[in-house]
């Protein structure tokens, strides 16, 4: 019987060694999922009106005042049945800037505004392409999977690059 305990011992070890890596795996790929699904969740709220404007109205905005979270200024529609705006509100950022006319769609029930087009699309879709960076780190560290961290981190970087071009 003396023999077989260091047998015993080792295959306690390994097992305990498996349990561990593969909670480590389960952990770290709940935790990636979380991470693009937040990313997917804030990129949506402004997304679903810039990528699905079927009845929506549409239109064009020139910014004439800008506070620090928030720009105004006058809507004038381009779709039928829209109305137009003495002031319609959009989101203050790098993208807007005082003085110039942007197209636009409107939040339904509100004067809110967001950019229209390939640049409201790519700017509506920035919390993405910070969720997939920071997902690639933890694909690489936690899951150790290089070659899928940098499709994620390529992606990623090649979103907020075209965002930031876009602009």
Not at 87 to 93: G, Y
């Amino acid at each position: 019987m003396i023999p077989a305990m260091p047998a015993l011992a080792a295959s306690a070890r390994q097992t305990s060694v498996t349990a561990l890596r593969f909670g480590r795996l389960a952990s770290m790929g709940v935790v990636t999922v979380l991470i693009l699904i937040a990313g997917v969740w804030a990129s949506w709220g402004s997304a679903q009106y810039v990528m699905l404007t079927k009845g929506r109205e549409r239109g064009t905005i020139e910014v004439t005042r800008c506070s620090e979270d928030a720009c105004t200024g006058p809507y004038t529609p381009l779709s039928h049945g829209s109305r137009a705006r003495a002031r319609a509100v959009i989101e203050n950022t790098v993208a807007v800037r005082k003085g110039q006319t942007y197209g636009v769609v409107v939040k339904p029930g509100s004067d809110d505004v967001v950019r229209s087009g390939p640049a409201g699309v790519l700017h509506s879709w920035v919390p993405m392409g910070g969720a997939l960076l920071l997902a690639s780190v933890v694909v690489a560290g936690g899951l150790r999977r290089t070659r899928a961290a940098w499709v994620l981190a390529g992606s990623g970087i090649a979103l907020l690059t075209a965002a930031f071009v876009a602009i």
